[in-house]
């Protein structure tokens, strides 16, 4: 397949995780668009990485992934520190300054 | 057996980074005794602050270009100027921290880690000459910020501002992985340098053309993740409820630290990576941030009652000054932008100083941030009023304080290229000159309540710690040294853009 259709895919990818971000209320599904938007950005630097046919952008997914899963803990660290307080992952009742 | 060669590494290079690592890693260690209660985990720190300076003034000595790990890092005066300014507020403000966080109920000594490591994560972004390595370090001091505006978790408003912090921005670092991934894509590598030969091969019609697009996006989104960084509008949203939520020490390096490394790198992408190819495009995109970050900054912050969020809205406007230093693209421009980056340094760090003493703890939270507190603060703490007057000064631009020359340097390059013929430079320099005498009207409502406005009740004494006072007192100092005489910092900043000029040149041969 060609350079395109893989680059295609991963900017579809990458604006349902914008979407997500930008339309949910539920920090979780936010957080998992987020996370939807760095998987777009793997897929893109993969098949960059083939076109080249350098290693460079696959060794720039795995540091992603490593990043990826260092921001997981400390956010869902946040989130539950944030529910044991409140009860609710509803950002917009996470509101006592405004948005 | 064959023998396994290692690539010949200068760890002097990566000294500071190295030192605040090992003492962050020191520190913790350190928290897991009952040591940690004591006064250990503090000296640790400004022991671990002061080494890593050490090395850095040391490096600063050697030759002026040097880079370390096969080129991802380069240690050029530029970047050792922004580690200087990190290590220097994040000494400013550990020393601020101490007495906030008797008060506050945080672990002190993982705060001093985390802080460290913060710093550490600057320094790699501010010496970063690879995409990757900017990534990297981008996420090690944000994961480290994340958690600190967070550490008082028994705080409602501390989780908040943690919260939105973290979501918007892991949601701004796609921004800026996306953009690398492009940019990567159109040239094929992640080091800038190599990219920028690459673009300029690819503007200039060789290679695919569909590229040149490529390329475009990615700058286009890197610049994009860079602004909510720096808190730029239209990407400032996170900014009050952040700075208004965190500690705030961490606030006030937060507010110094992110902004300062983001500007730098931005200054390498767009004046160094991509200078002469995309002027055009990126001088527009910037020249646009800039007059709307002054403007909102500014307009919103006349509004404010709160003083973090107050001081928030006009790191916002700052933010827009700085961007008319960095949309100059001149030499003028880049040092105005990094001698103007010293003077709000110091008067951040200062200003959040005194309202994170003025301000009381409660069970809910931090209180005491509205404006009517600061109400005969000259009465009960008149050295406290006094610094907190040079930095609202400072701020506005009144001579001879260091914000004045700063803002004449930046808006004589903004006038510069404007008397050149680039009418949004004239615009800009207009506007921003006008916005900053809107913004007397703000910063000067704080040193009237503390002077003119009599508090209701008793206005009690605001206890100043030792090192919390010496802190405020150096930031208050500094921009009067450098108000008066700034040809030293200046000239330095002058030389820096040559470096950052002279490494492009030395790698395009």
Redesign the interface.
């Known amino acids: 397949m060609p350079l395109v259709s893989y680059i295609s895919l991963s900017a579809v990818l990458f604006v349902i995780g914008v979407m997500g971000v930008l339309l949910k209320r539920n920090v979780l599904t936010i957080f998992m668009s987020i996370e939807l938007m760095l998987n777009a950005v793997n897929v893109a630097l993969a098949a960059f990485a083939r076109h080249h046919g350098g290693l460079d952008g696959q060794i720039f997914v795995f540091f992603v992934m490593a990043v990826a899963a260092a921001e997981a803990a400390v956010g869902l660290a946040i989130f539950i520190a944030i529910f044991r307080l409140k009860q609710t992952t509803d950002v917009t009742e996470i509101n006592l300054m405004r948005w | 057996m064959n023998e396994i060669l290692t690539p010949a590494i200068d760890w002097a290079m990566v000294g500071p980074i190295l030192t605040l690592t090992v003492t962050a890693c020191v520190v913790l260690l350190v928290a897991a005794t009952p040591a940690r209660r004591g006064p250990l985990p503090f000296i640790l720190t400004l022991a671990g602050l002061g080494a890593a300076t050490g090395s850095l003034l040391a490096l600063w000595e050697r030759s002026v270009h040097q880079s370390a790990f096969g080129n991802m890092l380069v240690m050029d005066r530029a970047a050792l100027y922004m580690g200087g300014i990190v290590l220097f507020s994040a000494l400013l403000s550990v020393l601020l921290s101490r007495q906030y966080l008797e008060r506050v109920p945080a672990p002190a000594a993982e705060y001093y880690a985390l802080l460290l490591l913060a710093a550490m994560g600057m320094l790699v972004m501010a010496s970063s000459n690879n995409?990757?390595v900017i990534?990297?370090g981008l996420?090690i001091f944000s994961?480290a910020l994340?958690?600190l505006s967070?550490i008082t978790?028994?705080w409602?408003?501390s989780?908040?501002?943690?919260?939105?912090y973290?979501?918007l921005g892991?949601?701004s670092?796609?921004f800026i992985?996306?953009g690398?991934?492009?940019i990567?894509?159109a040239t094929?590598?992640?080091d800038l340098l190599a990219c920028c030969r690459q673009a300029r091969d690819l503007l200039a019609g060789q290679g695919d053309s569909g590229m040149a697009l490529v390329l475009l996006l990615g700058l286009a989104l890197m610049i994009a993740g860079l602004a909510f960084k720096v808190a730029a509008v239209p990407f400032h949203?996170w900014v009050?409820?952040v700075y208004?939520?965190s500690p705030t020490p961490v606030t006030a390096f937060m507010a110094v630290g992110t902004k300062g490394v983001a500007f730098l790198v931005l200054l390498r992408l767009v004046t160094t990576t991509f200078g002469d190819v995309l002027v055009a495009q990126w001088t527009m995109v910037l020249a646009v941030l800039a007059l709307l970050s002054m403007f909102v900054g500014n307009l919103v912050a006349l509004v404010q009652r709160n003083i973090k969020r107050m001081l928030a809205f006009s790191s916002v406007a700052h933010a827009g000054y700085l961007l008319v230093a960095v949309a100059a693209g001149t030499d003028l421009g880049t040092s105005a932008m990094l001698f103007y980056f010293a003077a709000y340094m110091l008067t951040t760090l200062g200003a959040f100083g005194v309202a994170s003493l003025v301000a009381e703890t409660t069970e809910k939270g931090d209180q005491g941030y509205g404006m009517e507190r600061y109400a005969g603060l000259s009465r009960s703490n008149p050295g406290l009023a006094l610094a907190m007057s040079v930095f609202m000064l400072s701020l506005t631009g009144v001579p001879p304080l260091a914000g004045f020359v700063g803002k004449y340097f930046i808006f004589q390059a903004a006038l510069q290229r404007g008397l050149e013929g680039s009418r949004i430079f004239l615009v800009l320099s207009v506007v921003g000159i006008l916005l900053s005498v809107v913004s007397a009207a703000y910063y000067l409502r704080v040193i009237v309540t503390m002077y003119m406005v009599n508090p209701e009740g008793e206005r009690p004494r605001v206890v100043t710690a030792p090192d919390t006072g010496f802190a405020i007192a150096v930031a208050a100092l500094g921009l009067f040294y450098l108000g008066l005489y700034p040809t030293a910092v200046y000239d330095m900043t002058r030389s820096l853009h040559t470096t950052l000029q002279a490494l492009a040149a030395l790698w395009l041969g």
Do not use: H, I, N, Q
Not at chain 2, 159 to 164: C, G, T
């Open positions: 995409l990757l990534f990297m996420e994961v994340y958690v967070g978790r028994d409602l408003r989780l908040e501002a943690a919260l939105k973290f979501l892991a949601f670092t796609g992985l996306y690398m991934a492009f990567y894509g094929g590598s992640l949203w009050p409820d208004e939520g």
